[in-house]
Structure formats: C-alpha cells, structure tokens
C-alpha cells in the first residue's frame, strides 16, 4: 500500500504569485500526461521531494445515515451539457457521488482512489459522478481524460454538496431518489469509506469494491467547503 508520506509534496510560500492552479499540479505532472504543462499553485510552490510529517492529518471522517434531505430544486451542472434540478438526476436511479474540492490537495491525493471506487459501481443500479466544487472549465483541466469515464459536476459555490450535508473534502454519498442521504462519508477513513460502500452495495444488490487497496493513501482529514 502506498503510504501518504509518498503521495506528499512540502510547499513554501511565494510571495507575489496570483497564478492558480490545482492541487496535483504542484508535484510537477499532470494525470493528463506529459504534453500538460504544469502552472506554479497560488503562492505556492513545488521544492525537492521531502518526507513531510503527515501525522497532523488525523483521520476525521464519519460514515452515518443521517436525516439530511436534500434541495432536489437546485441546479447541477454537467461538464457537458446543461444545468437539470438535482431530482432530474434521480428519476431512475439513486446518486452515488463523490465530492473533491480540486483546489485542494487532500481531493487530489484521493481523485484515483475515488475513480475507482465509483466505477466498480458503474454497471450497479445507481448513477456515479463526481461533484467538483469549482467552475466547469477547472473541472474539466482537474479531472483530464477521467471526465469521459465518470460523469463529472460543476457545483462552484458547493450548494449542491452542502445540501447533501456535506462539509468538508473529500467525501462521499449516497442519495436516494426521495432525496435522502441515506450514507456519506467526510475526509479519507477507508473503514468510513467501505461503510458507505456496503451501503451501496445492499441498496443495488451489487459487490463491494476492496477498501482500502493497493495504492490508496493513509487516512487523513478533509478541508473545509468554502
């Protein structure tokens, strides 16, 4: 398993430098490839590879059924395509998503994990996607290629995630069509996780996927939602 001290970059300060980009950028490559050309972070940047002391990320997520129930009036904002009602997005089958904020590096460091836990769920009975908490064009250079194989939401001032009652990033949930969260998870805890996981799994009739796996980094808290 790959620890999270490998997944780290240390950054320093920078003064004078307004130039933003995302989170997985600031190691220098892109999940786009090598033609991507990586952009220095808002007043950050990248020094020699260094093991940071990632202790101060404390596990802090929660897997609960809670009595939240979302605003299925709200916009949703499709990479591709036009803004529907959230309940327009639940007319046939319950939403499985997952929150990033990209801006972030604790939603970068889990953007391969949380691939692939919604693509095992890509032939159950749910709706995958993504609910990214910036604009359509972020999201698109965030997420690369992976935009054609999950379906991917723009949710710029994070109401739609808020109102699935979700706090901080990363995190996952799982929406019924009557517009309860019925599980969700905040920050990275693979035991949180799989909790969330197995309720998917028993509302769709459908296996659950191995968590944690072979490269998934160790549990660490999630950031705040501006």
Partial sequence: MTTGSEKLDWVVSER?????????????????????????????????????????????????????????????????GDARPLGDWLTTFPLVSVVLDPFTHESAWLLDTSKRILQHFSGADCRISWILTCPVDDAKRFLGPYAEEVLAFADPAGVVAKSLGVESAPAIALLRQDGEVTAAAEGWDPDSWREVAEAIAALTSWSRPSIPDAGDPVAYSGTPLS
Avoid: N, W
């Avoid at 892109?30 to 596990?59: E, M, N, Q």
């Fill in 16 to 80: 004078g430098k307004r130039d933003s980009c995302f989170a997985y950028e600031r190691r220098g490559r892109s999940i786009t490839g090598s033609g991507h050309i990586a952009k220095t972070f808002d007043r950050v940047h990248c020094r020699d590879r260094i093991v940071p002391d990632v202790t101060r990320y404390a596990p802090a997520a929660l897997a609960f059924t809670p009595v939240v129930t979302a605003a299925l009036d709200l916009d949703l904002q499709p990479l591709d």
